[in-house]
């Protein structure tokens, strides 16, 4: 399957870094490289890309799309590691980053992969085919508590309870193994007029299987740390969780003091590290979401180096 993906908020995404021709860029979420290759057209041969994806089909794809550019590193790792790619490159301090935490289209198309409820295929939803850990583990082996915590926190499920009671019943008969299997057990266990219940649930495994959020989260301000003074961070997101991980990362970021608002003085010794560039975060516009669907949940946060 050729491997596709159409960049979101890409325009308003370069903008918004503020590229330098000579300066070192971070795209720590690859995919086919669409943001990648709109920095590299605007970079010298003196500015350099630093490009990471976890998926190894998507760095292939990626070398293909770029294969015009030599001033760009690939490397095949989980963004949290970006600071090991950046010490084995020689590097320290960048220009810029930019995350895009959504799915590709083609891991969503692609029925092997097992992100998408629409079509049949392994209940995998590893973006690191690598690891151990799959959806389908998670679903045969993790205990009814778990599952009930997982599809809550992460799939924001209100029938929460009811699913993990029902895939629990249900495994003893026989494994669940396949997305259709699972979809069928998450519309009996829901009383919703929603056109796809099952949404909240595969977003929640997803989330587990590839520890997202904890990656996210632990990452955010590492970056802040290797950009140079009005470098800044672009980061997109594709729901509520991880937008609010951003936001009030950023929040927390741009604060000279981050006690509780009842201590008499600061004992915290915190200092603001970015300005927040996008007080409300950018969506879609009107002619992007005609263009291309997906991008309809995507929110853009910005934050500059102080």
Do not use: W
């Not at 590299?40 to 976890?54: F, T, V």
């Not at 998408?116 to 973006?127: E, N, V």
């Not at 895939?167 to 829901?190: A, G, M, N, P, Q």
């Not at 936001?247 to 915190?270: G, M, Q, T, W």
């Amino acid at each position: 399957m050729k491997f596709e993906h159409i960049p979101v908020l890409a325009k308003e995404t370069i903008e918004n870094l503020n590229i330098n021709p000579d300066g070192i860029y971070l795209d720590l979420t690859l995919g086919k490289g669409g943001h990648s290759k709109m920095i590299l057209e605007r970079l010298s041969d003196k500015g350099r890309l630093i490009a990471i994806d976890q998926d190894k089909e998507a760095i292939e794809a990626a070398k293909e799309n770029l294969r015009d550019f030599s001033n760009v590193s690939f490397v095949n790792s989980n963004f949290e590691n970006f600071e090991k790619a950046l010490e084995d490159l020689g590097l320290d301090l960048i220009d810029g980053a930019l995350m895009d935490i959504g799915v590709s289209s083609y891991q969503i198309d692609n029925a092997d992969r097992g992100f998408s409820y629409m079509k049949d295929g392994p209940l995998d939803m590893r973006m690191n085919q690598d690891n151990e850990l799959t959806a389908e583990v998670i679903v045969n082996e993790y205990s009814q508590d778990e599952l009930e915590r997982i599809f809550f926190e992460y799939g924001e499920e209100r029938f929460a309870r009811a699913i993990a009671r029902n895939i629990v019943s249900l495994r003893e008969e026989e494994r669940i193994d396949t997305t259709f299997k699972l979809r069928e057990i998450v519309s009996k266990s829901i009383k919703s007029q929603d056109a796809h219940p099952e949404k909240r649930v595969f977003q929640a495994l997803r989330i587990e299987v590839n520890r997202e959020l904890e990656v996210l989260e632990n990452t955010i301000e590492k970056v802040v740390d290797h950009l140079k003074k009005d470098g800044r961070i672009a980061i997109i997101t594709f729901h509520s969780l991880e937008d609010r991980i951003v936001k009030n990362k950023f929040k927390d970021l741009a604060r000279d003091c981050i006690c509780p608002p009842e201590f008499p003085v600061c004992v915290c010794d915190h200092r603001a590290k970015i300005k927040i560039i996008t007080r409300k975060p950018l969506t879609a516009t009107k002619a992007e979401l005609r263009d291309n669907s997906r991008s309809k949940p995507a929110k853009l946060r910005v934050g500059q180096r102080i």
